[in-house]
């Protein structure tokens, strides 16, 4: 069902920038398309809970790289709105070593300035939301409880290893109330961020040598912090101002590090 509202959400935001373009470039305003392409690492303290058992908890870091393109439009200096996609890949040590491939991404954003001061290059008020969604496997060796109930008889009430296929699901939701402005080609900006987490991790097992059942369990994945702050630098290439380098980082509800090239059009 997330699978589903994800990609209708990504398709709403593909209409409402065509939409609001178009009537933009109807009523006058200036519309600016532009892409922009970025490779970060990110890392951020997460936690794994089973509704089904009430004491299974585990907490853990998630490391991943993300290389993540978008496309959007400003309108006006005021409206800004973006799709994105691309690739991650995703490392949880305390999930039983998990490390997988990269595993495709796609969401959007919205963001709008609130506020800007009466003269060239002052002061912006911003907010801003977006919403990222990922999948990424790998198999893992987890160990599971050796009972007759689960086809077990080779090493009663040990736990036995045995090999797993994991799946996780990663919905992250953002938003930033942030100020920026500029000086000469060098516009910085900063604020505070709120960050959500809703994941899946879905482990299955199939029968094996010591084990004739299948083992399957889909635990939640959610953060640990969802309070941070985030700073960054545009660096303005040409004298259009057309094409920037940009830095950002954010910390304490995740570390991050991200590099990106931004061409208007």
Request: glycine residues 10%.
């Amino acid at each position: 069902m997330k699978n589903i509202i994800g990609t209708v959400a990504v398709l709403l935001s593909l209409a409402v920038l065509t939409l609001e373009a178009r009537a933009a470039m109807s009523d006058g305003r200036q519309v600016e398309p532009y892409i922009q392409l970025g490779v970060g690492a990110y890392t951020r303290d997460i936690e794994e809970k089973s509704s089904a058992l009430s004491t299974f908890k585990v907490d853990g870091t998630a490391d991943s790289t993300r290389l993540i393109a978008k496309a959007g439009v400003d309108i006006g200096g005021v409206l800004n709105l973006y799709v994105q996609g691309g690739g991650v890949n995703l490392s949880i040590d305390e999930f039983d070593n998990y490390d997988s491939g990269m595993g495709g991404a796609y969401g959007g954003g919205l963001r709008v300035n609130i506020y800007q001061a009466p003269y060239r290059d002052g002061l912006k008020l911003f907010v801003e939301g977006n919403y990222l969604r990922f999948t990424t496997d790998d198999h893992v060796q987890i160990e599971v409880n050796c009972t007759a109930a689960n086809g077990c008889a080779s090493f009663p009430n040990q736990f036995v290893p045995r090999i797993s296929k994991e799946t996780i699901q990663w919905n992250e939701y953002t938003v930033l109330l942030g100020a920026s402005g500029r000086y000469f080609d060098i516009g910085p900006y900063g604020g505070v961020r709120l960050s959500k987490v809703d994941g899946k991790d879905r482990i299955r097992a199939g029968a094996d040598a010591n084990f004739t059942s299948t083992f399957q369990a889909t635990p939640d994945v959610k953060e640990q912090d969802n309070f941070g702050i985030f700073f960054g630098v545009d660096f303005f290439l040409d004298r259009s101002e057309k094409t920037a380098l940009n830095f950002e980082v954010s910390l304490i509800d995740q570390d991050s590090f991200q590099v990106a090239i931004r061409r208007a059009f």
